[in-house]
């Protein structure tokens, strides 16, 4: 029994891993503020990132912001300065007027010089743009210039703004406060679950009960108890990964220099979510398809079904073509359907025509190829056997030295129920290489001829033997009268004459009975008649010896006789 103590133990366990997640994660936010702290190595490292994208752009290279947004687009070169460098170099002037102790946004001016815009900080050039520049960008040169300008100078008061102390410290107090709340949620989960597990605990009696099928009992209430334990368990688990996973994005989210991370971290859910619904989407149609096909070969195997059911029941009669292959030829065509469904489903299945689909489906017909030889020799027989038709179920048959009514024929066996009731199961392969002795096949019409051999000395006319035999198989229960019984002499040996009782019945699976019934029958007739039945071997003095019929058979004044013993003398001369 899952007793109080399992379900504490339990439960105590499950207290721990909140104050662990709660102690990692306060971690993570000393370190997220110490790399709030270390602007200008971010920075770089932003930098680089932008720049590796750049190389997927065709001739342009982005000039990046502090925060790693992209400010414009470089397309040209000036004097022997690629663009590529320009970008960087224009990106490091950018760095160095975030990091002035004193900036004015407004003091970013625009300064014409021979027909092109110098973008100006103080006296200092940010970036020099040119006529070329602002036909890559398909606009004017001063509308471009001035788009630059407010662009560089709005980049560079949002990263002042967004590093400055007072920001700083609100983004840590709010990444503490989602600590905070995120420890609560775990522990209310935490503290929810062991309410129910307790409640579960208190009502088990009640709510679990041993799930028995008659005398098997498949699951005990404590076995349930300790599954329900278990499954609590895990999904108390699951349910607090995926808070902690979707608040560590929240709180990622809230420091400008860790928002890539809290992207990245959805995007490992978004990403696998919506590709399984595009998936879906668009294996709509295949599914549609796949379901008419499905129903119409449903119906039109049970219409199959309804026809076979009708020759079954020899309703629908077709020349030539037996009964008792109805229902036999359904399962070999509804295995052909089932087959030609497949064959028709395949191709709208989702992966069917990748390379790897094709080489699991190869691979799994080779190992059913190569492990079913024997079952295919078998299935194979089970068909000839079926169409041959030597036997059916309920015949009395022999194969071999096994004797038995048929219980069962499959694709694969055959089963023997003999009169020992003893079951007997023999793969169709050997069935079909035997002999097969039906003893049923024409008991019903022209009746089974049982015999039966009994020896009888010289002494006994054949006649009144005859007479004693026909006699016995007409007292026998089992015994047609028409066709009447007969009598072989099948032998005239040396001491005895072999006398064959023949007779017919129409019960095949109570020969062995008839014919137990049979010979106490012939004792019976024999005796009354006077008639013994001696081995071979058998020898007797008669003179002084009892005979070897029953006393119930004899006079009551029966007695044995005498020796006798005749004296001749031979006469006087």
């Given at each position: 029994?899952?007793?109080?103590?399992?379900?504490?133990?339990?439960?105590?366990?499950?207290?721990?891993?909140?104050?662990?997640?709660?102690?990692?994660?306060?971690?993570?936010?000393v370190l997220l503020a110490f790399a709030t702290s270390n602007v200008?190595?971010?920075?770089?490292?932003t930098e680089q990132a932008s720049e590796e994208l750049a190389e997927?752009?065709?001739?342009?290279?982005?000039?990046?912001?502090?925060?790693?947004?992209?400010?414009?687009?470089?397309?040209?070169?000036?004097?022997?300065?690629?663009?590529?460098?320009?970008?960087?170099?224009?990106?490091?002037?950018?760095?160095?007027?975030?990091?002035?102790?004193?900036?004015?946004?407004?003091?970013?001016?625009?300064?014409?010089?021979?027909?092109?815009?110098?973008?100006?900080?103080?006296?200092?050039?940010?970036?020099?743009?040119?006529?070329?520049?602002?036909?890559?960008?398909?606009?004017?040169?001063?509308?471009?210039?001035?788009?630059?300008?407010?662009?560089?100078?709005?980049?560079?008061?949002?990263?002042?703004?967004?590093?400055?102390?007072?920001?700083?410290?609100?983004?840590?107090?709010?990444?503490?406060?989602?600590?905070?709340?995120?420890?609560?949620?775990?522990?209310?989960?935490?503290?929810?679950?062991?309410?129910?597990?307790?409640?579960?605990?208190?009502?088990?009696?009640?709510?679990?009960?041993?799930?028995?099928?008659?005398?098997?009992?498949?699951?005990?209430?404590?076995?349930?108890?300790?599954?329900?334990?278990?499954?609590?368990?895990?999904?108390?688990?699951?349910?607090?990964?995926?808070?902690?996973?979707?608040?560590?994005?929240?709180?990622?989210?809230?420091?400008?220099?860790?928002?890539?991370?809290?992207?990245?971290?959805?995007?490992?859910?978004?990403?696998?979510?919506?590709?399984?619904?595009?998936?879906?989407?668009?294996?709509?149609?295949?599914?549609?398809?796949?379901?008419?096909?499905?129903?119409?070969?449903?119906?039109?195997?049970?219409?199959?079904?309804?026809?076979?059911?009708?020759?079954?029941?020899?309703?629908?009669?077709?020349?030539?073509?037996?009964?008792?292959?109805?229902?036999?030829?359904?399962?070999?065509?509804?295995?052909?359907?089932?087959?030609?469904?497949?064959?028709?489903?395949?191709?709208?299945?989702?992966?069917?025509?990748?390379?790897?689909?094709?080489?699991?489906?190869?691979?799994?017909?080779?190992?059913?190829?190569?492990?079913?030889?024997?079952?295919?020799?078998?299935?194979?027989?089970?068909?000839?056997?079926?169409?041959?038709?030597?036997?059916?179920i309920g015949d009395r048959i022999k194969i071999g030295e096994i004797?038995?009514?048929?219980?069962?024929?499959?694709?694969?066996?055959?089963?023997?129920?003999?009169?020992?009731?003893?079951?007997?199961?023999?793969?169709?392969?050997?069935?079909?290489?035997?002999?097969?002795?039906?003893?049923?096949?024409?008991?019903?019409?022209?009746?089974?001829?049982?015999?039966?051999?009994?020896?009888?000395?010289?002494?006994?006319?054949?006649?009144?033997?005859?007479?004693?035999?026909?006699?016995?198989?007409?007292?026998?229960?089992?015994?047609?009268?028409?066709?009447?019984?007969?009598?072989?002499?099948?032998?005239?040996?040396?001491?005895?004459?072999?006398?064959?009782?023949?007779?017919?019945?129409?019960?095949?699976?109570?020969?062995?009975?008839?014919?137990?019934?049979?010979?106490?029958?012939?004792?019976?007739?024999?005796?009354?008649?006077?008639?013994?039945?001696?081995?071979?071997?058998?020898?007797?003095?008669?003179?002084?010896?009892?005979?070897?019929?029953?006393?119930?058979?004899?006079?009551?004044?029966?007695?044995?006789?005498?020796?006798?013993?005749?004296?001749?003398?031979?006469?006087?001369?």
């Amino acid at each position: 029994m899952v007793g109080y103590d399992m379900v504490r133990d339990s439960l105590e366990m499950r207290r721990k891993p909140g104050w662990l997640i709660t102690g990692f994660i306060v971690v993570q936010v000393v370190l997220l503020a110490f790399a709030t702290s270390n602007v200008s190595g971010q920075t770089v490292s932003t930098e680089q990132a932008s720049e590796e994208l750049a190389e997927s752009e065709l001739n342009g290279y982005p000039v990046t912001g502090v925060l790693g947004d992209t400010i414009v687009y470089v397309f040209t070169r000036t004097g022997a300065t690629q663009p590529k460098e320009r970008a960087r170099l224009i990106s490091e002037r950018i760095r160095t007027l975030f990091e002035l102790d004193i900036f004015n946004k407004d003091s970013v001016i625009l300064h014409e010089d021979e027909g092109a815009f110098d973008i100006v900080y103080q006296d200092k050039i940010i970036v020099h743009l040119t006529e070329k520049e602002a036909k890559f960008q398909e606009k004017g040169l001063e509308s471009f210039a001035l788009e630059a300008r407010n662009a560089i100078a709005e980049s560079i008061a949002d990263a002042r703004d967004t590093f400055s102390l007072k920001r700083v410290l609100t983004r840590i107090a709010y990444g503490v406060l989602g600590l905070l709340t995120l420890s609560v949620v775990v522990w209310l989960v935490g503290r929810g679950f062991r309410k129910l597990l307790a409640y579960i605990e208190a009502k088990k009696e009640k709510l679990l009960k041993n799930l028995t099928y008659k005398d098997y009992t498949f699951l005990t209430a404590e076995q349930e108890m300790r599954g329900i334990v278990f499954l609590l368990n895990a999904l108390k688990w699951v349910v607090i990964i995926v808070i902690v996973y979707f608040a560590l994005s929240l709180i990622f989210s809230i420091f400008p220099l860790t928002r890539s991370w809290a992207n990245l971290l959805l995007d490992y859910v978004r990403k696998p979510v919506i590709s399984i619904l595009i998936a879906v989407k668009d294996f709509l149609p295949n599914l549609f398809a796949i379901i008419v096909i499905a129903l119409v070969m449903r119906y039109f195997i049970k219409f199959i079904k309804y026809i076979f059911k009708e020759i079954d029941a020899e309703k629908l009669k077709i020349p030539d073509f037996h009964a008792d292959w109805a229902m036999p030829t359904y399962g070999i065509v509804r295995v052909l359907l089932y087959a030609f469904t497949l064959v028709l489903i395949f191709p709208y299945l989702p992966g069917s025509d990748s390379n790897v689909f094709r080489g699991v489906s190869v691979f799994i017909g080779l190992l059913i190829s190569l492990g079913s030889s024997s079952a295919i020799s078998n299935m194979v027989a089970g068909l000839v056997i079926t169409y041959m038709r030597p036997f059916k179920i309920g015949d009395r048959i022999k194969i071999g030295e096994i004797s038995g009514t048929v219980i069962e024929k499959t694709l694969l066996v055959t089963r023997l129920q003999t009169i020992k009731n003893e079951e007997i199961t023999i793969p169709n392969s050997t069935l079909l290489s035997s002999n097969t002795m039906n003893y049923s096949a024409m008991a019903q019409k022209e009746g089974l001829l049982i015999h039966t051999t009994v020896t009888i000395g010289y002494d006994v006319p054949w006649r009144t033997m005859h007479q004693t035999l026909m006699a016995a198989a007409k007292k026998t229960s089992g015994i047609k009268e028409s066709p009447e019984p007969f009598v072989l002499q099948t032998a005239l040996e040396d001491f005895y004459v072999a006398y064959q009782i023949n007779a017919y019945t129409n019960d095949a699976r109570k020969m062995v009975l008839i014919l137990s019934e049979l010979h106490q029958n012939i004792q019976d007739e024999c005796n009354a008649r006077g008639i013994e039945i001696m081995s071979p071997h058998y020898r007797a003095m008669r003179d002084g010896n009892n005979t070897t019929i029953p006393t119930d058979y004899l006079d009551q004044d029966y007695k044995a006789p005498a020796f006798q013993v005749q004296v001749k003398k031979d006469p006087e001369p």
